[in-house]
């Protein structure tokens, strides 16, 4: 295809500001943005100001309908009745995370997705991480790699937003949002009926808004795990304790809204390198992801570190 892939975009909240709505802008040789659509109308209506787009929706079937070459879904809740919808309308699909609310749900996209021949993308983005994807190339030579742990510290978005010119706008129809938190009250009831309140939000909040990066990342690394050791789970404090093959994991995230300063390490022990991931706030534009690789040689005291700026394109 020579011409720029024709978007949509579902969603005009923050994260569609800071980060996606910007980059079609910078990449302009590849996409167009044709469509946006949000719940709020002044909000949408702004966006597309600034972006020079004239087809503005606050429903995301009348995008959807636009026949569009792209579905970016950047709501929040699930984002399986658009995204299912956008495929079956001949579209590939992008979505922000979570991918869905259920497994159900995710099975039906996938399933759309094939049945229509479309591409359906997750935005886990530290996947393509430059220095993520660097980690992996040196991961084959840190020899057996004993035990992983992985350390997030939470910290309040607001001073890390701040600098960016964000539209508002009136913000939904009450209503609408009133019966949307019913909605995902009930996929949650059904999915787990047995639960208490803490352990439903934190499956919501904890596991599929926050920890999603972390166990994505794994994935990447490691694969699958054999084995669950562990969970302890709290609105302010989750730890795992996981083993994948001969590998074991730690796993720590921390709320600690009193500091703006978010903190996510990722240090894989190996026999023969230790390797070490820094990840700076999600909402810093460019700021690059710092790898630490820790060589030592057998049998004497002598040991190295070399500290790798692979990318600033994150």
Same mark, same amino acid.
């Given at each position: 295809?020579?011409? $720029?892939? &024709?978007?949509?975009?579902?969603?005009?909240?923050? #994260?569609?500001?800071?980060?996606?709505?910007?980059?079609?802008?910078?990449?302009?040789?590849?996409? &167009?943005?044709?469509?946006?659509?949000?719940?709020? =109308?002044?909000?949408?209506?702004?966006?597309?100001?600034?972006?020079?787009?004239?087809?503005?929706?606050?429903?995301?079937?009348?995008?959807?309908?636009?026949? !569009?070459?792209?579905?970016?879904?950047?709501? %929040?809740?699930?984002?399986?009745?658009?995204? #299912?919808?956008?495929?079956?309308? +001949?579209?590939?699909?992008?979505?922000?995370?979570?991918?869905?609310?259920?497994?159900?749900?995710?099975?039906?996209?996938?399933?759309?997705?094939?049945?229509?021949?479309?591409?359906?993308?997750? +935005?886990?983005?530290?996947? *393509?991480?430059?220095?993520?994807?660097?980690?992996?190339?040196? !991961?084959?030579?840190?020899?057996?790699? @004993?035990?992983? &742990?992985?350390?997030?510290?939470? %910290?309040?978005?607001?001073?890390?937003?701040?600098? *960016? $010119?964000?539209?508002?706008?009136?913000?939904?129809?009450?209503?609408? #949002?009133? &019966?949307?938190?019913?909605?995902?009250?009930?996929?949650?009831?059904?999915?787990?009926?047995?639960?208490?309140?803490?352990? @439903?939000?934190?499956?919501?909040?904890?596991?599929?808004?926050?920890?999603?990066?972390?166990?994505?990342?794994?994935?990447?690394?490691?694969?699958?795990?054999?084995?669950?050791?562990?969970?302890?789970?709290?609105?302010?404090?989750?730890?795992? %304790?996981?083993?994948? +093959?001969?590998?074991?994991?730690?796993?720590?995230?921390?709320?600690?809204?009193?500091?703006?300063?978010?903190?996510?390490?990722?240090?894989?022990?190996?026999?023969?390198?230790?390797?070490?991931?820094?990840?700076?706030?999600?909402?810093?534009?460019?700021? $690059?992801?710092?790898?630490?690789?820790?060589? +030592? =040689?057998?049998?004497?005291?002598?040991?190295? =570190?070399? #500290?790798?700026?692979?990318?600033? =394109?994150?």
């Amino acid at each position: 295809m020579n011409r $720029p892939l &024709r978007v949509g975009v579902v969603g005009c909240g923050m #994260i569609a500001q800071i980060m996606h709505l910007h980059h079609l802008a910078e990449l302009d040789d590849r996409f &167009r943005l044709e469509a946006v659509c949000d719940l709020d =109308q002044r909000l949408a209506t702004a966006c597309a100001n600034r972006y020079g787009v004239s087809k503005v929706f606050t429903d995301w079937n009348d995008l959807v309908a636009e026949s !569009l070459d792209v579905v970016m879904v950047l709501t %929040s809740g699930s984002h399986a009745p658009p995204a #299912i919808a956008a495929c079956r309308a +001949g579209s590939h699909v992008f979505v922000e995370k979570p991918m869905c609310l259920t497994v159900a749900e995710g099975r039906e996209m996938v399933a759309a997705a094939e049945k229509a021949s479309v591409r359906l993308m997750v +935005g886990t983005m530290k996947r *393509y991480d430059p220095a993520y994807v660097r980690l992996l190339e040196l !991961l084959p030579d840190a020899g057996e790699v @004993r035990l992983v &742990r992985v350390t997030t510290l939470e %910290s309040p978005y607001e001073p890390y937003v701040a600098a *960016y $010119p964000l539209l508002r706008g009136d913000g939904p129809p009450t209503e609408v #949002i009133e &019966r949307l938190r019913a909605d995902e009250a009930r996929v949650l009831a059904d999915l787990l009926p047995e639960a208490d309140e803490n352990t @439903r939000y934190c499956y919501r909040w904890m596991l599929l808004d926050n920890l999603v990066h972390e166990l994505n990342m794994l994935r990447g690394a490691l694969g699958e795990p054999t084995r669950i050791n562990f969970a302890s789970l709290d609105r302010n404090v989750v730890e795992l %304790s996981l083993t994948y +093959g001969s590998t074991e994991c730690h796993l720590s995230w921390v709320d600690l809204p009193g500091m703006a300063r978010y903190s996510q390490e990722l240090v894989f022990y190996g026999l023969d390198k230790r390797l070490t991931l820094a990840l700076p706030s999600p909402y810093l534009r460019n700021m $690059p992801t710092e790898l630490r690789v820790e060589t +030592g =040689q057998p049998g004497t005291p002598h040991s190295g =570190q070399t #500290i790798e700026t692979v990318s600033y =394109q994150e």
